[in-house]
C-alpha cells in the first residue's frame, strides 16, 4: 500500500464495480453514494425530483448515472430499473435507502403520511430488491436502510419507519 496516498485513494475497493443508491439525491442516500465514488465505483442513483438528481451527480462525480422515478410503486420500481439495464450491464451492490423518517408525535400520523411511508420504505424497498435480481453480479451485495428507531423509543415521538424487508440468498 502506497503511504503517501491520501486515504481517499488508498482504499479502492469498489474500483471497477457499480453501485446502485435508491434516495441518492440527498441525506444518507448522497452521503453514501459519495463514499462509494470516492472508493471508486461507478454509481447509480435513483429519486424522484430531476433537478436534485443532477445536483448530486456533480457532487458525487463524472460517470454517475442518473434514474428519475417513484419508487414507491411496483409500475416506478419496473420502469427505473428497465432504465438502469439499459445504462449498466450489471449491479455489484445496492443500497436501498429511498424512504421517509415518519417520525412524528403519535396524533400527528394520519393515513397519508403511513401510506407513503410504508409504499416507499417497504413495499418500494421489497419489489426494488425482487426488481433488481437479474441485474445483481454474481457474489453482489443488497444492504437495506434500516433504523434505530425499532429498538428505541423516543419520547413523545411514533416512528413509522423501521419496518424493512429482509432478504438473504
Ligand atoms: N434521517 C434520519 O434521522 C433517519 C433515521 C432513521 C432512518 N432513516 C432512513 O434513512 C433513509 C434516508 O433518510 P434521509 O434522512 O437521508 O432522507 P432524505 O434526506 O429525506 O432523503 C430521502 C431520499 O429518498 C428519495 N425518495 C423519497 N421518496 C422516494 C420515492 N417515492 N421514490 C424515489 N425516491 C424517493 C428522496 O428523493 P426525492 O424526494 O427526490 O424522491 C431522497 O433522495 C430513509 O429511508 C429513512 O427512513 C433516516
Known sequence: MNREL????RRRRFLGKTCLVTGGSRGLGLAAAQAFAREGARVVIIAR??????IAAELIGDGTV???ADLSSVAGIKAAI?????????????YINAG??????LDDIDEATWDRVFDTNVKGSFFLMQALRPLLAPGGAVVFCG????????????????ARPRWST
Open 49 to 54: 425530483d430531476p433537478d436534485q438528481l443532477k
Open 100 to 105: 421517509h423518517a415518519g417520525m412524528k408525535r
Open 6 to 9: 491520501p486515504v481517499a485513494d
Open 82 to 94: 428497465s432504465e438502469v439495464a439499459a445504462q449498466v450491464d450489471r449491479v455489484d451492490a445496492a
Open 147 to 162: 433504523s434505530a428507531a425499532g429498538r428505541r423509543a423516543s419520547a413523545g415521538t411514533a416512528r413509522t419507519e423501521p
Open 66 to 68: 442518473t434514474v428519475a
